[in-house]
């Protein structure tokens, strides 16, 4: 019972999605409609010519109309076919792309710990592949079920006209026989969702290992990396054999057995009533053809119910990714007053419950001010960054800006008014222009022309073959170009706070000057937090922050902590030998 409820939940979930293609839809009806009554016509045609034949009836002409009729028949259910598997396509792919669209934004709203629960390959398997396994159940499954339906239908509603015995005879079997077949093929729904998951982190897994492949290839562990590929891999075919065999494999062998056992009873039944002089053998051949028009659906039926059962399990892992809390785009609340003004009071957060990475920070900023933020490997820093850009949201305590607490303000919103740059800048396979607006077409050229020319990287764009045009990715630009291209970003949203957490940590010294001149125009009017391991990069910030262990240990003007040979922060520039 509790499968059959999840069964038409997918079903409704899945209908808003297909009910906007109502157009296409009502001339798939159409076109399944015309091949069915062209499949049913046929046999009528043929025992028409048999019993003609046989009792000598039959003119030169009236054969030659048989024989063009039974043609026509033939190219009309063929080419409606054919039309058939091109409006199910598309509604298909229509339908499926929609709902692609809503689980990859609903994926992007969620809360980061929520991505990092499963690798990347993982979530493209289960935002893409789950979602296509949807796409061909619709364009192939469905259309079939719903075709051979109409045939059987037919079938039995022809079979009742020609005579009510055998009618009756085919009603009651395929009644017994479908509710056997769905009740075993209800068995393989949980084989499918695991091999669902294997393939899952198998793509998981590859994902991970070519993006690493440089470090494997240079410290000597490709060969770790395939025996880990092929564990995967022999678990993945495990599952998959599971899944076949409880899933496909039996319900086919059911389907044969029972098609034979009808087809057995039905011709028989037929013998028995030619010899009672109750039927023509014209009419025992169309009870023979009829029999095989439902047997043949019922063996292409199991033949697919492999790739039904697996889209079943894909449905309902694509569910439950909607089904996570997400993030929201608008709050309760909207940023009032001077965004600029940030506030950490008593913040206490940590990625596990019950391990805090920082605890009770508290720390404020006017607007304009910059914090530089010092600490240890592992002491809490870049968690404050996090915090502060509202990627993870405190356990308790409160991060303001302007006053108001940013667990009440939307993301877009908060997202408008923080702008967060890494040690790692991700650069899309797509043009300068592309990579610095992200895609934005309210940004003009004008303004990012303003924001390239502050960041004195006009004279980069002009070399470039095709300059904004120009496609870059990670792999022909260098680390230094790919700060600034997302410093530009930064001047190109216009935010109120800029957080820099370890930006300049993978630069030289000849890159980290020149980044170190463009943050200038960057933070010039702006709160700016930042995150630092290299305490050179702090020479203009207004306030230092050592954390040590989660813990704000000293907190001060930069200049007097500078002074104060007992600080922390003195004692760090000592053993740095910064200045």
């Known amino acids: 019972m509790a499968r059959r409820r999840a069964a038409r939940g997918d079903w409704l979930f899945l209908w808003p999605y297909f009910r906007r293609e109502d157009r296409r839809l009502a001339a798939l009806g159409v076109v399944l409609l015309g091949a069915t009554a062209a499949a049913l016509?046929?046999?009528f045609v043929v025992r028409e010519f048999i019993d003609g034949v046989?009792?000598?009836?039959t003119t030169a002409f009236e054969t030659t109309r048989l024989v063009v009729v039974f043609g026509v028949l033939g190219v009309a259910r063929y080419a409606l076919s054919a039309a058939e598997a091109g409006l199910a396509e598309s509604v298909a792919w229509r339908s499926t792309n929609r709902l692609r669209e809503d689980v990859l934004r609903h994926a992007l709203d969620l809360p980061l710990e929520r991505h990092r629960s499963a690798t990347p390959g993982e979530w493209v398997e289960r935002?893409?592949?789950?979602?296509?396994?949807?796409?061909?159940?619709?364009?192939?499954?469905?259309?079939?079920?719903?075709g051979e339906v109409l045939v059987v239908v037919g079938v039995?509603?022809?079979?009742?006209?020609?005579?009510?015995?055998?009618?009756?005879?085919?009603?009651?079997?395929?009644?017994?026989?479908?509710?056997g077949l769905r009740w075993i093929a209800g068995w393989g729904r949980d084989a499918y969702r695991d091999s669902r998951a294997a393939v899952g982190r198998f793509m998981g897994y590859v994902e991970e290992r070519l993006r690493g492949v440089e470090d494997l290839q240079a410290l000597g562990a490709v060969g770790h990396a395939l025996a880990?590929?092929?564990?995967r891999h022999r678990h993945v075919l495990r599952t998959d054999l599971r899944s076949a065999l409880v899933g496909s494999s039996l319900v086919w062998a059911s389907a044969s057995v029972f098609t034979a056992v009808v087809t057995a009873l039905a011709l028989g039944l037929a013998g028995l009533r030619f010899g009672q002089g109750a039927l023509t053998i014209g009419t025992v051949y169309l009870v023979f053809s009829f029999t095989q028009q439902i047997q043949e659906p019922l063996i292409?039926?199991?033949?697919?119910?492999?790739?039904?059962?697996?889209?079943?399990?894909g449905l309902s892992r694509t569910r439950e990714i909607l089904e996570l809390p997400a993030e929201r785009r608008t709050g309760p609340v909207s940023l009032a007053g001077d965004r600029g003004a940030v506030t950490f009071d008593d913040v206490t957060f940590g990625y596990v419950p019950g391990h805090p990475v920082v605890?009770?920070?508290?720390?404020?900023?006017r607007p304009g001010q910059t914090l530089g933020v010092v600490g240890r490997t592992g002491a809490g820093k870049s968690t404050v960054a996090r915090l502060l850009a509202g990627l993870v949201r405190p356990e308790s305590g409160q991060v303001r800006l302007g006053g108001v607490d940013t667990a009440d303000v939307g993301t877009a919103e908060l997202r408008d008014a923080v702008a967060l740059v890494t040690q790692d800048v991700f650069l899309f396979d797509a043009s300068v222009r592309d990579n610095v607006t992200l895609m934005d077409p309210d940004v003009t050229d004008e303004r990012l022309t303003e924001a390239l020319t502050a960041l004195g990287l006009t004279d980069w764009v002009r070399r470039l073959p095709h300059g904004l045009d120009t496609r870059v990715s990670d792999h022909v630009v260098s680390a230094g170009e790919a700060q600034l291209l997302a410093l530009t970003r930064v001047m190109v949203r216009d935010p109120a706070v800029v957080v820099l957490d370890e930006a300049s940590a993978r630069l030289d010294p000849e890159t980290e000057r020149r980044l170190d001149t463009a943050l200038r125009p960057v933070l010039a009017g702006r709160t700016a937090v930042v995150v630092a391991h290299r305490l050179s990069t702090l020479d203009r910030v207004d306030l230092i922050a050592v954390v040590d262990d989660g813990r704000l240990t000293e907190l001060g003007p930069r200049e007097e902590l500078m002074a104060d040979q007992r600080s922390r922060f003195a004692a760090m520039l000592r053993q740095g030998g910064a200045r």
């Open 54 to 57: 046989v009792t000598g009836t």
């Open 359 to 365: 605890s009770g920070l508290s720390f404020e900023l």
């Open 156 to 179: 039995v509603a022809a079979l009742f006209t020609v005579d009510r015995r055998i009618g009756l005879l085919f009603l009651v079997c395929l009644t017994a026989g479908l509710l």
């Open 300 to 313: 292409r039926l199991s033949h697919q119910l492999q790739d039904y059962q697996r889209a079943m399990a």
């Open 41 to 43: 016509a046929s046999p």
């Open 127 to 146: 935002v893409d592949g789950d979602i296509s396994l949807l796409s061909n159940l619709f364009s192939r499954f469905v259309i079939t079920v719903v």
């Open 228 to 231: 880990g590929l092929a564990e």
